[in-house]
């Protein structure tokens, strides 16, 4: 808790007990009783006396001008009425470098972003808290930008491997993103400046992202891809929400009534703004008319370039009868807006209910009203800690034979091998790219730790270039230096990102472009195998946004780290982790597949998509998603969902779960047998016994990460709601909790059930 505020604690925990009821969304019929209660959302209705007398008193010309951006990151804005631009920011895991409207490098390093590990690394740690701590940082530094919304968090199912944005998302369970992504909202949304979740919904690839029309059951859309958007809305109290590029059922998700109108703003009582991501609006009509408040986008190369926008608007044109108008006034939502609204007055109203929603977030964010936020403030020591403890937390132990690791400090000679071990990550990824004061690498978090008496062997070993091989001369150096070492670290794995100029060249984990596969680029597979060959102690570590095929030669390498993309200290916390200082607790957020076609997006569903004009996909693996697959049809994973090792050992005591009307308490001690301080994350996860409907062998429904001293025991105890229990009905559309007898099954992950337990409700 030493990153919360005391103030906060107890309303955090309470949110988050929140959050696990909301992992079935409510049916129809229990909308308007919901969007009656308190939803997080209560807090945008704070000053609707105010946003109603300041929309009476625009013009409808002055109303348009909010619905869209004027610039590649700002919207709106009326001087007239002292109303300001709103200034947006990427920055899914540090502040974009935007100075003022548009995208341009930093002036120097001392103007440079807290680099934080990715999301994928925040989902690893598996800890609540962390998540509020990250959101601080982000809320702060965007703050301190002058910035009033920051376009994260992203929470998209990590459903297909391949897809080149999974490093921005959490998890492929849902539960699990419920947990983390309000902590992160009420992070950023604490420091006054408000999270902006995304992409809603259904953006599962990167690949034809603009085209492609998804479609899935009713039963998957609630079970698998809605819950962590309810959650962020409801329980996170989220200001605003971005829209996905993708078609849903045959209409652009941006503009989709359904996703917008009757789930989002009916259902689950949103009262914020919906934004569309840059330029996935495609008709004036549907985005009026179906929930789009306020259309985002800008010419990529000028956004980019950093180029004056001036050549934008002259690119709109002039006649010379009308004034001339700026690239931003052709958008959807403005003047073909205006010129609806003109032709049809009926849809004034529309434009009403979006102008409101844009001042709620101003009112907010206190961009608008007397009181003023307080100061943000930029790259601290504070917030470099907190980069250093979500690494070291996030930092994954995937295999340790023979407790090879931690290393001990007392060796020589070190042989550092691969080029990932020196390069710095954060400056790639599309809306994940930013620069930061400064990146410990691993070669360099490597020399920190072990300082001048050691000798440290760097040795790239492959190119990182398109389509490179493997190369004889570079296997044969580090071979020979592997040998030559008292202990080996093979830093490898994928990159982060590609070059804008040279859109696919080197892209992986990197937005608008999905990975070729998912073995080790560059020749890799090769290279490691020859370097474990020549020192079968190596400690192998990777680097990447997602799962990693490591079958070739996982079964010779003795310990496997999956480290992410670390952040601007993951060089330190790597080292910390290696060399023992640093107990590893991450656990997987998401499913390593032996090889790509096990994965259920591969094996059951159509990723790609399916050729054609429209481009279709059907999520055939429908709420099969992760471990849901694996374990219900009996495919042995790399490396199951949640798991990760401790150099330390932990023993789970007697489990008790009793059963109260529909729901229930489980509780359990947790003991340290080992000679290390450590953590465990205490899983909980829930099958029923006898269904109607098929459902999945277990889905996670609690968990608590616990720390303990050597020979500590504590008690846990968790609540499981009735949400916990229930399935959606498509037949009767709503959630359903039929009797019966259900199995609470607790463990160290997917795989590795520890205690059962059972119940009849």
Known sequence: MQFLPLHYATAFGAACLLAATVGAAQSPAAATKSAAAPTGQAHLLAHEAEVNALLKKMTLEEKVHM???????????????GIPEIMTSDGPHGVRPEQGRNWKPPVDANDASTYLPTNNTLASTWNRDLGYAYGTVLGSEANARGKDIILGPGINIVRAPLNGRNFEYLSEDPYLITQMVVGYIKGVQDQGVSACVKHYAANNQETHRDDVDVDMSERALREIYLPGFKAAVQVGGVNTLMGSYNKFRGTYATENAYLMKTILKQEWGFNGLVMSDWGSVHNTDEALRNGTDLEMGTDLYLMYSGADQSAATAAAGTTPTAPKRSYYDRFYLADPALAAVQKDPSLLPLIDDKVRRIL?????????????????????KGHQATALKVAEEGIVLLKNEGNLLPLKKSVKTVAVIGANADRANSMGGGSGQLKAKYEITPLQGLKNELGSGVTINYVPGYTIARDQKADAQQIAQAVAAAKAADAVIYVGGSIHGYDYTKWSDNAYDAEAVDKPDLKMPFGQDALVQAVLGANPNTVVVLLGGGPIEVAPWAGQAKAIVEAWYPGMEGGNALAHILFGDVNPSGKLPFTFPVKLEDAPAMKLGEYPSTPGNPLKEMYKDDIWVGYRYYDTYKVAPQFAFGHGLSYTTF?????????????ATVTLTVRNTGKTAGAEVVQVYVKDLKSAVKRPEKELKGFEKVFLKPGETKTVTMQLPADAFKYYDEAKKQWVLEPGQFEVLVGSSSRDIRQTGSLTL
């Open 360 to 380: 709620r977030v101003m009112y907010a964010t206190k961009m608008l009203g007397a009181t003023k936020r307080q100061p943000g403030a930029f790259n601290t």
């Open 651 to 663: 023993e789970y005591g007697k489990l008790t779960v009793k059963p109260a009307a529909q729901r």
């Open 67 to 81: 619905l869209h951006a004027n610039s590649a990151f700002a919207a709106g804005g009326i001087e007239r009425l």
